[in-house]
């Protein structure tokens, strides 16, 4: 298998919006491991799969009655495979290998994953002067994801936890925020922003770096 930046992608996307389940069947003494993806993004199920193929699975794509995309398989074997690439699908934290983290252009396609799948792009205005802050939202702290960010794009990143009441149903999470400014915008340009594959998010970050920047 080849280890390039759209399996770096595809890995950001799994840590951020991916699903892995482990159960034991009864009788058998035997862990099993279900794993999947499931999205309102046509787009992002198909790279998810995409991704599947280069770990020799071949599967089927899902429409709910949620109106949603899902892709779910049994995965013994791929869960094997990436733990021998010092990978690991543990949910909810986003902890790419070291080969990913000593490696800007893997580093850039990894996050573009986790924007894709978790991030929120955000133009706001500060004074008279435009800002672009992306925002990743997940259910715990990201202490490794939030080092990297730091180290490798020299930028200041704000993580806050979240609470909110809705309908009686208490509601937690983390938001991990960064803004696009003249010491990052050359590593984003160069190495997340070709990835993003979510049309949307894309072209906000790339019309703010043109009309608000010069990179």
């Excluded at 992608?9 to 009864?26: C, E, M, Q, R, T």
């Excluded at 800007?104 to 133009?123: E, H, N, Q, S, T």
Aim: glycine content about 6%; aromatic content about 10%; hydrophobic content about 35%.
């Amino acid at each position: 298998m080849k280890f390039d930046e759209n399996f770096s992608y595809w890995l950001g996307l799994v840590h951020a919006d991916g699903f892995i389940s482990k159960y034991v069947i009864k009788g058998k003494n035997q862990t099993k491991y279900e794993f999947g993806l499931e999205t309102i993004s046509e787009v992002l199920i198909k790279e998810f799969c995409s991704g599947l193929k280069q770990l020799g699975r071949h599967v089927s794509i899902l429409k709910t009655k949620r109106n949603t995309y899902k892709c779910k398989i049994s995965a013994n074997s791929i869960v094997d495979t990436l733990a021998s690439l010092n990978i690991k699908l543990r949910e909810g934290k986003y902890n790419p290998p070291e080969s990913v983290c000593k490696n800007d252009k893997l580093f850039g396609a990894y996050l573009a994953g986790v924007i894709d799948g978790d991030g929120d792009i955000r133009i706001k205005r500060k004074n008279t002067y435009p800002q672009c802050m992306i925002r990743v939202s997940s259910g715990s702290l990201q202490a490794n994801l939030n080092q990297l960010i730091k180290q490798k794009m020299k930028c200041a990143v704000l993580e806050t936890f979240r609470e909110v009441n809705r309908k009686g149903k208490v509601m937690r999470w983390y938001e991990l925020e960064f803004l696009i400014s003249r010491k990052n915008v050359k590593f984003i340009s160069s190495f997340v922003l070709p990835h993003i594959k979510l049309t949307y998010k894309k072209d906000k970050m790339k019309n703010f770096i043109e009309n608000a920047m010069v990179v």
